[in-house]
């Protein structure tokens, strides 16, 4: 060990101890929430935005009808195609994974419904924000992300419980 | 041949985080305008945000005035976050940048005292003082050290990153690490003796 290792260690040992968090001394959200309601109170009423937004896009697809004239013929055929296939698919692995469920041992399935509830009830949540904002791209990658996370749930689970044949000799 | 069905042990691996799912539901209440919600959010992040902020100004006020433009930032940009980050990430950017844009009228006068090495302020103790606490000696620390301790140390940061968040050279980014450990050394009285 050379002579300077023994402090630049202890060093990083009290560095290394430092918590993650510290709590300020007193509640600072009420300043908060007094910016934001005075934010809120500034900004123009909802309607008014929704009128400049609506107003907006009738504008562009106006312009884009007159730039390009008819749409692409079958797109939203094929995309409409896409999402149902999916749609079956992913119903198909929710019921392999019902039937597979009681396979599971009791508290790992306490812990996948659990963990199945709470995506779920975030997937409603999103879904119901969605329905508010249809246009929020954050909204559409959170939803996405979480209906993916439910697939990949089911997915697991349907993997894990797959019954395979046990070769014997006898 | 007998061909018998069974079932494989199962191995779920790591569970998804109910906690991630619970901050979904209130990033989207939030963004439906629900300030409950955002309160909610705010109250799981504040000890992380507070102690980097304090970290970063060294004083109380101004990690407490750090914090409230944090999350006013927060709630104002909240359609911008990209969740492939947690929200603790994209708080603690905004953070950073929030304490560097207060502290911004003071960046050259820093930068034009604290680049070169200097002589280390006196930060000694005594044998017989009482032992001092990290988070103190760290507050004590200039603040052009103080901010590359706490990235690099305590948050990770590659001296580039450091060097890009606070604009400074690469160089002067390590060169203040190396005085802030040395300070710090001194001030705890961890130096050899």
């Known amino acids: ?170 | 041949m007998d061909g018998r069905v069974a079932t494989a042990p199962v191995s779920l691996g790591a569970p998804p985080d109910p906690v991630d799912f619970e901050e979904r539901r209130l990033i989207a209440a939030a963004l439906r305008g629900d300030q409950r919600a955002f309160a909610a959010l705010y109250r799981r992040h504040v000890g992380a945000i507070y102690a980097l902020c304090l970290r970063l100004t060294g004083r109380r006020d101004r990690a407490e005035d750090a914090v409230q433009e944090t999350f006013l930032a927060a709630w104002r940009a909240l359609r911008t976050f990209q969740t492939r980050s947690r929200l603790r990430t994209w708080l603690h950017r905004i953070a950073v940048n929030v304490v560097l844009q207060a502290a911004r009228p003071q960046a050259a006068r820093l930068e034009l005292n604290e680049g070169a090495v200097g002589p280390l302020p006196e930060l000694s103790t005594p044998d017989s003082s009482p032992p001092i606490d990290v988070e103190a000696a760290i507050a004590l620390l200039p603040d052009g050290a103080r901010r590359v301790l706490v990235l690099v140390s305590l948050y990770g940061y590659t001296h580039e990153e450091a060097a890009t968040v606070l604009g400074i050279a690469v160089g002067t980014s390590k060169t203040q690490l190396h005085r802030a450990r040395a300070l710090l050394s001194v001030r705890l009285g961890l130096e050899m003796p």
Not at chain 1, 52 to 74: H, I, Q
Not at chain 1, 147 to 162: C, K, N, P
């Open chain 1, 1 to 170: 060990m050379k002579l300077d290792d023994k402090p630049r260690a202890s060093l990083e040992d009290a560095l290394a101890r430092l918590p993650q968090e510290i709590v300020p001394t007193h509640d600072l959200w009420p300043r908060i929430e007094a910016a934001l309601h005075d934010e809120m109170s500034a900004r123009p009423p909802a309607s008014r935005v929704v009128f400049g937004l609506v107003a907006g896009c009738l504008l562009g697809a106006v312009a884009m009808s007159v730039l390009w004239g008819v749409r692409a013929p079958g797109t939203s055929g094929l995309l409409a195609r896409d999402a149902a296939s999916v749609m079956a698919a992913r119903s198909q692995l929710a019921t392999t994974y019902r039937t597979r469920l009681p396979l599971l041992d009791a508290p790992t399935r306490v812990r996948v419904e659990r963990a199945l509830g709470v995506i779920q009830a975030a997937e409603q949540d999103l879904a119901q924000s969605r329905r508010a904002a249809p246009d929020s791209a954050v909204l559409s990658r959170l939803y996405a992300s979480t209906t993916r996370q439910e697939f990949d749930l089911y997915d697991a689970i349907v993997r894990a419980t797959e019954p395979f044949v046990r070769r014997t000799s006898t």
